[in-house]
């Protein structure tokens, strides 16, 4: 009776054994379904977040006279007396940009290279280019991509496609109250005038990391721009690129350098939506120069350090870009006063979050990061994921713990590329941190979990 009673136990423990082992099984493989039907980013994407920062250059015909009605400014006008684009790319690298966008052509319609366009049917040439104006380059695209190159940093056009004063174009449609200094063209014509600059730029000077479309396409270019950016630079990431580039990546909705927590990867506006079904990562653009001064301004002032820094934590701390202007004066070079705060605000992100205390990772729900020995002294902490396996978690806590006590110090939603944590008050007698996924699309996949330093004791 007794072996009769151990084989019926047995047994039952093998049923329960197996039933338990398929519902596991089948958690998972539905687990994996679910995660799998999520969004993904393009390796363009992928690789542009990890960039992390930019540069735009805005130096143009608006540096030496604006375009907000009137006649249109002469070609003669942009006349600086020396044009140093080593030295842009010498304060975009202390800065710490890893690619930069040069503003190619405003919305004055002036190009900072010598467009060939013409049509022979009306005799229309178009002339209010750089070979045009009194420069000592004729080409400072050209210059600007070699600047970059020699410096490692990935170059990008900015091209105003709705936008252009010198052919009478606004929203992308020609107007009919014609000023002094504008050429006429069709609808048609502005239309060829727009493709056959932008293959002049994306055909000629090499392979781009990004390409700007500020305030949008017009709709009706829509399917040509598609076949253009398709055929010419099929890997560059395309602001403002929705509906026509798989590589696009969205405007974060203001240009004070305030990215909104959360802000998710996926969504094609805003903060993003984690329920949509596009991956279209965040940037934000914003200036150095006080007043939102993006072409250079000599009474405009510049941001402090602090204010920098403040925008550092919520972009590239709030899983977003950050686009960060270079104006150059009317000499054509970066003030010194401005290359000596970028170079101060490069150094801080460097000294800050160059080396962490420690570091981990884990794709589990649970990740502790620990500290040896036991008593690291804590005032922030980095938190990414992989995204190449998507955005995954949805809601999360970070535990710290110390000698002393427990404490709940995040509750959080949006991770992304990079997270990043200031704790209200430095922690001493730090032993460990702990994350956890409380809900997540898929098992979460943190790449980095890193605890910083950056304050010294005592300092709040």
Wanted: charged share 15%; glycine share 8%; with cysteine.
């Amino acid at each position: 009776t007794s072996g009769y009673g151990n084989r019926l136990n047995f047994s039952s423990r093998m049923k329960m054994t197996t039933s338990t082992v398929f519902v596991l099984v089948l958690f998972t493989f539905l687990y994996g379904v679910l995660a799998s039907k999520r969004p993904l980013p393009t390796a363009s994407q992928l690789t542009w977040s990890n960039w992390e920062l930019g540069a735009i250059v805005h130096f143009n015909m608006a540096t030496y006279q604006r375009c907000t009605g009137g006649p249109v400014p002469s070609p003669s006008l942009f006349n600086p007396s020396k044009i140093d684009t080593d030295n842009w790319a010498a304060a975009m690298k202390a800065f710490g940009a890893k690619y930069a966008v040069l503003v190619a052509k405003h919305n004055c319609g002036f190009t900072l290279w010598p467009s060939k366009v013409h049509f022979p049917e009306s005799s229309f040439i178009y002339n209010y280019t750089v070979a045009e104006s009194k420069s000592p380059s004729q080409d400072i695209v050209a210059d600007f991509i070699k600047s970059c190159v020699k410096l490692g940093i990935k170059p990008g056009f900015y091209y105003s496609v709705v936008t252009n004063y010198y052919l009478n174009v606004k929203a992308g449609k020609v107007q009919h109250d014609l000023m002094p200094g504008m050429a006429v063209v069709t609808q048609d014509q502005y239309y060829q005038v727009v493709l056959t600059q932008l293959t002049e730029l994306w055909s000629s000077y090499g392979s781009l990391g990004e390409v700007w479309f500020d305030g949008g396409y017009e709709k009706d270019l829509k399917d040509n721009l598609t076949a253009l950016l398709y055929k010419l630079q099929p890997n560059a990431t395309a602001f403002n690129g929705q509906g026509i580039s798989n590589n696009s990546i969205r405007w974060i909705g203001n240009e004070a350098g305030n990215a909104p927590d959360p802000n998710w990867s996926t969504g094609e506006s805003g903060a993003g939506d984690p329920d949509s079904d596009v991956w279209c990562p965040a940037e934000s653009d914003t200036t150095l120069q006080g007043s939102d001064m993006w072409f250079y301004n000599r009474t405009a002032g510049i941001r402090s350090l602090n204010e920098l820094i403040n925008v550092y934590h919520q972009t590239v701390g709030h899983n977003s870009n950050l686009l960060l202007d270079f104006a150059p004066d009317k000499d054509g070079v970066i003030p010194d006063d401005q290359f000596e705060r970028y170079s101060q605000f490069g150094e801080f992100i460097r000294k800050c979050y160059g080396k962490p205390l420690n570091a981990t990772s884990g794709n589990k729900t649970t990740v502790t990061l620990m500290f040896s020995p036991p008593a690291a002294y804590v005032d922030r902490f980095v938190l990414q994921e992989n995204q190449s396996l998507g955005q995954r978690v949805r809601s999360y806590t970070v535990t710290i713990v110390t000698r002393s006590h427990t404490r709940v110090v995040v509750n959080g939603t949006s991770i992304g590329h990079k997270k990043i944590s200031l704790l209200a008050r430095p922690m001493e007698h730090v032993t460990h941190l702990v994350f956890t996924a409380i809900e997540s699309v898929g098992v979460p996949f943190i790449s980095n979990f890193a605890a910083y330093a950056c304050l010294s004791k005592g300092q709040i």
